[in-house]
């Protein structure tokens, strides 16, 4: 079986601090595909950032960032100056069984 | 193109009414995912397409759901029997094959059975 696990249901940050929504999964696999999505509220879900688990180096995006231990199966999501925007829903997901984590539900607080 | 498109936004039925939802894909797209999401939780996978062939269905998935995508292109998901617990919001994204490059999402149907 291949699960997602989040384990922060709620995190809020002050606009311009720095937050990281963790990620662990389980799998078999050697070769796949790891995702964050964020879901702002009553609008639809947008990729954030991808990682591939050949690749060592962690995916960067902007202000989005990823913390990839593979040993460890844990797929953690950095938001650097974070924004009133960044306020949604994030999930973290793996291609190979296309499930999702239950989700975080981030606050930015002014 | 215009991105993932779902019909209607949003649907109440009455209890044993059955209910259809259509989804337009991204063209390029050869997959298309359909995952049912109630308020705070998680996308639950319903089932999946590649093409015209339906290769996954989740076991979760009662047999008054059924899914179609006859020519490859768009797919409709039908509920037959409503019950109040079908009541979600019922999300399709599509992908290249694969999904090596995550999903596009669009912005659901949201289903309200009275």
């Known amino acids: 079986a291949q699960t997602v696990t989040q384990s922060q249901p709620e995190m809020s940050v002050q606009e311009a601090e720095t937050v990281t929504l963790s990620c662990t999964y389980d799998?078999?696999?050697?070769?796949?595909?790891l995702f964050w999505y964020k879901q702002p509220p009553s609008r639809q879900m947008i990729l954030v950032i991808r990682?591939?688990?050949?690749?060592?180096q962690n995916a960067t995006e902007n202000r989005f960032s990823v913390n990839f231990q593979k040993a460890a199966k844990s797929f953690s999501l950095k938001i650097s100056d974070s924004q009133l925007g960044d306020t949604a829903m994030y999930f973290c997901?793996?291609?190979?069984?296309?499930?999702f984590g239950a989700g975080t539900r981030l606050t930015v607080k002014p | 193109d215009t991105g993932v498109s779902q019909d209607p936004r949003h649907k109440i039925t009455k209890r044993g009414q059955n209910v259809t939802f259509r989804c337009d894909p991204i063209?390029?797209?050869?997959?298309l995912y359909w995952y049912r999401q109630t308020l705070g939780q998680g996308p639950e996978f319903l089932t999946y397409?590649?093409?015209?062939?339906?290769?996954?269905k989740s076991r979760l998935l009662s047999d008054r759901f059924s899914a179609e995508r006859p020519k490859g292109s768009f797919s409709t998901l039908e509920i037959q029997r409503t019950e109040q617990g079908d009541s979600a919001m019922y999300l399709c994204a599509s992908s290249p094959w694969g999904g090596l490059d995550g999903y596009t999402f669009g912005s659901g149907t949201r289903l309200t059975v009275v």
């Open positions: 799998t078999s696999e050697s070769n796949y595909y």
């Open positions: 997901a793996f291609n190979n069984d296309m499930r």
């Open positions: 063209s390029e797209h050869n997959r």
């Open positions: 990682q591939e688990a050949y690749k060592q």
């Open positions: 397409f590649q093409n015209e062939a339906q290769l996954e």
